[in-house]
């Protein structure tokens, strides 16, 4: 499967922006989704995913202002955040997992990466 990142940009602290994850060649809905984000000078880290049964998990850092949801119907998988902060700065990676089991945080987990789509919050 092939992996696409949209939606990042500009936006001030506590705006919004909503992310998309559009899989090609592959139906997403058979597919653990991940999103893990790298700061500048920073390692790639976990953000939430969201497994094929609809089964969520968050990072602490996002828990009650990020939202992942599937539109199998448009082949994507949506990231949406609210409440942003400056410390949300980074390049957002999607990631698909063929796994069967419970999604993990681990970036070696997953099979598939997208590209990555920037997202910068000015404070």
């Known amino acids: 499967v092939q992996l696409q990142a949209s939606g990042g940009g500009l936006v001030q602290a506590g705006g919004s922006l909503r992310l998309s994850c559009a899989a090609s060649?592959?139906?997403?809905?058979?597919?653990?989704v991940g999103w893990f984000r790298q700061a500048p000078g920073k390692e790639r880290e976990f953000v939430t995913a969201i497994n094929r049964n609809g089964g969520t998990y968050y990072d602490n850092s996002v828990k009650g202002r990020f939202a992942i949801s599937r539109d199998n119907a448009k082949n994507t998988v949506n990231l949406q955040m609210n409440s942003l902060k400056s410390d949300d700065t980074a390049v957002y990676y999607c990631?698909?997992?063929?796994?069967?089991?419970?999604?993990?945080?681990?970036?070696?987990?997953?099979?598939?990466w997208g590209q990555g789509t920037l997202v910068t919050v000015s404070s």
């Open positions: 060649g592959r139906t997403i809905s058979n597919y653990a």
């Open positions: 990631a698909a997992s063929a796994s069967t089991s419970t999604i993990s945080v681990d970036g070696r987990w997953y099979d598939y």
